[in-house]
């Protein structure tokens, strides 16, 4: 099968090496810990920030979980209509660093910003339509029919979220048929792009959250995009296959989406008491510089319980970090999207 040529080249651009070994967490730490044990904000645990948390006078301004000092995000801008959405796909080719946990809460924090949402489940497994309440076995139509069926239209496939103001377009596994069937499609790059298109004058945003491979689908994905969020595991091995993903985009840039921009890398999972985890927040920014969201992701079981629960955790937990986090996060974006 061809995935249309999208393999890197000697060409693509590495990463800097992961020089230190990995250093042992500072205490015992449970991979999964309960938000009760995370407070607000992330600071780099240095006196200079217990200094500002008391609120007295420090020596610089207070530096974020990236290690830059942390600016003021904006209030976004009420929208006064919707439409003219912004596209953009949460991508990484390894599975498991929180493209579908992004997809769903990110949604869920735009619309509580006024945004009218539709989130795309391009990921045959399906983990967005499950996250939100479907059952795979009991859809009607799937994007697989959007996008093998002629005569079937967006308004046929469009179920609502759960979320009173975001929409989902439901996957299962018909979909990994389609990666197989569209390789004969005429212009088959641009399908999903074909029939995202009626999308675009009724939502503010459209998320899409891509399968963990750079194949046929994602590169649909980001032909149909202005831009993508590149979520990291905040572990060691997480750089490691990034150099393919930029040339994947690049490639795409070049020949299929001149405007696709990269909008942003999310550091996910993140535990600010491991010095492990600000190490490698550290070698994102060395290697991607302001591209790095200032807003990290932190670990807390509350996003799997709220998968179980079928709905984003901003609804299930609405006080917890992970949601305010999410929240934040919202506020970033709108604020590097030109006009969302
Ligand atoms: N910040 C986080 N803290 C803890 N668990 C998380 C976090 N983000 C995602 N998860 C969990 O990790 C697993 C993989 O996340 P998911 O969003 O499905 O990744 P992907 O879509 O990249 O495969 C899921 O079980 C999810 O609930
Ligand atoms: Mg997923």
Redesign the pocket.
């Known amino acids: 099968m061809s995935d249309g040529g999208f393999h890197a080249g000697s060409g693509a651009p590495e990463m800097p090496p992961l020089v230190r070994t990995p250093t042992p967490p500072t205490r015992p730490v449970t991979p ?1 810990e309960d938000d009760a044990r995370v407070t607000e904000p992330l600071p780099f645990e240095r006196p200079v920030q217990a200094a500002t948390k008391a609120g007295r006078p420090t020596d610089g301004p207070a530096l974020g979980p990236t290690g830059r000092p942390m600016p003021v995000i904006p209030d976004p801008k009420p929208v006064a209509e919707h439409g003219n959405a912004r596209v953009v796909s949460m991508c ?1 080719q390894k ?8 997809t769903i809460n990110l949604g869920a924090s735009l619309v509580e910003q006024g945004r009218r949402v539709l989130l795309v489940d391009f990921d045959p497994q399906g ?1 967005l339509s499950v996250g939100l309440g479907l059952n795979p076995h009991e859809m009607d139509l799937t994007v697989y029919n959007l996008l093998m069926e002629r005569d079937v239209t967006l308004h046929d496939v469009v179920v609502p979220s759960g979320v009173p103001g975001m929409d989902l377009l439901p996957s299962n596994i018909d979909l990994s048929a389609a990666e197989v069937q569209l390789v004969h499609e005429v212009a088959r790059e641009q399908t999903l792009q074909r029939v995202l298109a009626p999308a675009l004058a009724e939502y503010d945003v459209v998320l899409i959250d891509c399968q ?1 491979s750079l194949g046929l689908l994602t590169v649909n994905a980001l032909t149909a995009s202005h831009g993508v969020i590149i ?1 990291l595991e905040c572990e060691y091995f997480a750089l490691r296959g990034v150099a393919l993903l930029k040339t994947t985009i690049d490639k795409v840039r070049e020949r299929l989406n001149p405007g696709l921009e990269i909008d942003g890398v999310l550091g ?2 993140f535990d600010g008491r491991t010095l492990h985890s600000r190490e490698v927040m550290e070698r994102l920014v060395q290697a991607w510089g302001d591209t790095v969201f200032h807003t990290v ?5 509350k ?2 319980d709220s ?1 179980v629960a079928g709905e984003p955790i901003t609804s299930y937990a609405s006080g917890s970090a ?1 949601a305010d986090s999410y929240r934040q996060l919202a506020k970033e974006v709108l604020a590097r999207w030109p006009d969302a």
């Open positions: 999964l990484n599975g498991g660093v929180g493209k579908t946990t992004t983990s963990p979520p996910t999972m992701i932190r670990r807390t079981v996003f799997s998968t992970g």
